[in-house]
């Protein structure tokens, strides 16, 4: 998406250079609050971080912006401040409590649970000849994976380089990575985060990360030890050095940012920075000051005020140029884009200055486009330049692979293939033509949920050791078990298992749209049937990498499919076909049905007619070739005999390249003609290339 020619950032020139800058062997802290009386501050000891050194007084200008200028301030000081103001519905100052920079660029932690102090970085890294790789939205292959629990259990990278940044840019990591074929790394949260009180209270502690403390520090304890014992400099440069490696493999590192809300919870929470700063500007609420909770988390970032929201956009600036950060998946992003009046609107000045902001152009948008306020599921709502998490094509794909066979073991089959094929090709009837398939993240499992072998394990959520009597996590999973409720020994329940996670790998990953694995995906791991697993640091989440040879065939079809989908064209366009026009990087679809007749329309929905045969033709520019594939989908767990269409011009061969129906990707190219006949096995999917 161009920037506009006039771009403004929220704020304008008020709120420019907040945090602390280095000039001239001294430096300038510049804070914000409308409503502050008095701020000042505080210096402390490099190693004492309870023993105050000194102390200064901030200046106020007309817009609220505090402000002192001092030598006191040099890379490595840890600092604090300190917030004075009036009392009422809304403010919570307390001049006694020591609270973060909003803007800190590094944070040092004392010995208890609050005692965190900002720290001046001097930035500055050697790049080298690395750069961003800007892999293509077309070919853009999303792999999304926590920090620690890729690393954490692998043999074959250093036990000091276990769970760390360092440890994901090893050299074992990066085979990995690349001889799989995916082109992008989503990392959950690493913006330095915090567990949440009543996790502590049960034993437990908050994995995943979705507790953010400071917007511009990496999460130091996915530092390694020696970086850590070094300070928040050696953490920053671990960072750094992990994107450079990863870049000059040619991979993409996109972060899930979580700028909906902060760590300081509802009132009564840990005050920490924002609430102490400026509470009432801040965080969303009634006039009483009562919060506005969009999030569930306690309290919503108000991004329908300026500070709010230029804090945002400075964070992902900082991130994306001094980091080198290649996208950013935005956690509950609806909550990003409600107003002043709390409603969500797709034009929310900040959603439009992060797509249209010049220091942003070259990163990818990624929106989880929900929170959990009235009017918070706006799937499709976004604007042209984000792409969104579809919701509605994992619904669909899962109902179709999982839940309607079961249902169909004791009835029928309760809806056909027509809902499935939509999503199958780029989910027109989700997003708009002028943003087009690619605005659509496909994915079957995230993070959040069960794993791809317990979505095909388990009926239900095992959820137990969350302390919550199992009453946390999804109840709707649209899971089916095959008959057996966890892990068995039956080897025809472990074989249709296994199928299953074969044709839901093959949907995602053949869909139109972009791609999105969940890490450990590939090789079938599980979290025993926990589908809320965001409290445990344990082996439940870390990823094991001593596999059964069954997980080995699993991620050899992984990388195959990936292989295949880079390799044809047909299956990755860019925009929709329109029917009569030639619409450059677009698939002309056609569709057959079991015997390779064109489908009729009742056949869409026939709950009786689960077989079609897919047919997507490229539409490259004059100079490129055309590309055209064939696919064959079978939604019941009979075999049927499918007839490869004989109307498809110019075609004289059907050369297959992949089948869910394998135990291990085949290594052949077996070839049939128009009208051959192909047995396709119970619940199947199989791939062609068309040839002429």
């Known amino acids: 998406m161009p920037a506009t020619p006039h771009f403004t950032a929220p704020g304008g020139a008020i709120l420019d250079n907040l945090g602390v800058s280095l000039h001239d062997g001294t430096a300038t802290l510049r804070v914000w609050s409308q409503h502050a009386s008095a701020v000042e501050l505080v210096i402390f000891d490099e190693t004492d971080l309870d023993w105050v050194t000194d102390s200064v007084d901030l200046d106020r200008d007309d817009d609220g912006v505090w402000q002192v200028t001092s030598e006191l301030l040099q890379p490595g000081t840890r600092y604090a401040i300190r917030v004075d103001g009036p009392h009422g519905a809304g403010n919570t100052f307390n001049p006694e409590t020591l609270l973060l920079d909003p803007y800190a660029r590094g944070l040092a932690q004392g010995d208890g649970y609050e005692e965190w102090r900002s720290v001046v970085i001097a930035d500055g890294f050697d790049w080298g000849e690395s750069h961003k790789p800007r892999i293509p939205l077309h070919k853009t292959v999303i792999y999304e994976g926590h920090v620690k629990g890729m690393t954490k259990r692998h043999p074959d990278v250093p036990p000091a380089l276990h769970g760390t940044y360092a440890g994901l840019a090893h050299p074992t990591m990066i085979e990995h990575f690349r001889s799989l074929g995916i082109t992008s790394i989503e990392l959950l949260p690493v913006h330095a985060f915090v567990p949440e009180p009543r996790l502590l209270e049960r034993g437990l502690t908050n994995y995943w990360g979705y ?31 992990m994107v450079r490696l990863l870049h000059e493999a040619g991979l993409e590192v996109i972060l899930d940012v979580v700028y909906n809300h902060t760590s300081e919870e509802g009132i009564g929470g840990p005050r920490s920075s924002l609430r102490g700063i400026d509470n009432a ?43 080198q950060i290649d996208g950013f998946r935005f956690d509950l992003a609806a909550a ?15 959603l439009a200055a992060i797509r249209t902001d010049p220091a942003l152009q070259d990163v990818k948008l990624i929106a989880e486009p929900w929170d959990v306020g009235m009017g918070g599921w706006q799937t499709g709502n ?52 002028d943003r087009g398939p690619l605005a659509s993240i496909n994915f079957i499992t995230a993070h959040d949920g069960f794993t791809l072998r317990d979505l095909v394990s388990y009926d239900v959520k095992h959820n137990e050791a969350n302390g919550e009597n199992n009453r946390d996590g999804a109840d709707m999973n649209r899971a089916f078990n095959h008959g057996v409720e966890g892990p068995t020994d039956d080897p025809n329940v472990r074989a249709v298992r296994r199928k299953a996670m074969r044709n839901l790998l093959g949907t995602l990953l053949l869909s139109a749209g972009i791609p999105m694995l969940t890490a450990g995906d590939e090789t079938g791991r599980t979290q025993r049937g926990n589908n809320n697993a965001y409290a445990h640091d344990s082996d439940l989440t870390w990823l094991s990498w001593d596999h059964e040879p069954w997980q080995l065939e699993l991620r050899e079809h992984v990388a195959t499919l990936i292989q295949l989908r880079q390799e044809n064209a047909a299956l990755r366009p860019s925009r929709y076909a329109r029917l009569g026009e030639h619409t450059p990087h677009a698939s002309v679809m056609d569709w057959f049905n079991q015997c390779g007749e064109t489908m009729e329309e009742q056949q869409w929905t026939d709950p009786g007619n689960r077989t079609l045969q897919y047919v997507a033709a490229s539409t490259p520019l004059a100079d490129e070739p055309v590309n055209r594939i064939l696919l064959i989908v079978h939604g019941t767990e009979s075999p049927v005999e499918v007839t490869l269409p004989v109307d498809i011009e110019n075609a004289t061969r059907f050369v297959s390249l992949w089948s869910s129906a394998d135990d291990r990707p085949s290594g052949g190219k077996e070839e049939f003609a128009p009208g051959d006949v192909v047995l396709t096995a119970a619940t199947s999917m199989r791939l062609f290339r068309i040839e002429q």
């Open 281 to 323: 500007s801040y965080y969303r609420q009634q006039a009483d000051g009562v919060y506005i909770d969009t999030t569930g988390c306690g309290n919503t970032l108000n991004t329908a005020a300026d500070a709010g929201a230029r804090l945002v956009l400075d964070s992902l600036r900082y991130w994306a140029q001094e980091m």
């Open 382 to 433: 976004f604007a042209p330049g984000w792409h969104e998490w579809n919701d509605r094509y994992r619904d669909r794909v899962r109902n179709f692979w999982l839940s309607d066979i079961d249902y169909a073991r004791r009835a029928s089959a309760p809806v056909g293939i027509g809902g499935f094929a939509t999503r199958l090709a780029g989910s027109s009837n989700t997003f708009t033509a």
């Open 211 to 241: 507790n953010t403390l400071n917007f511009f520090t990496p999460h130091a304890a996915y530092a390694t030890e020696e970086s850590r014992k070094q300070g928040p400099e050696a953490v920053l440069t671990e960072f750094k050095g």
């Open 336 to 350: 990003l884009g409600r107003d002043e009046k709390h409603e969500y609107n797709r034009d929310h000045p900040l």
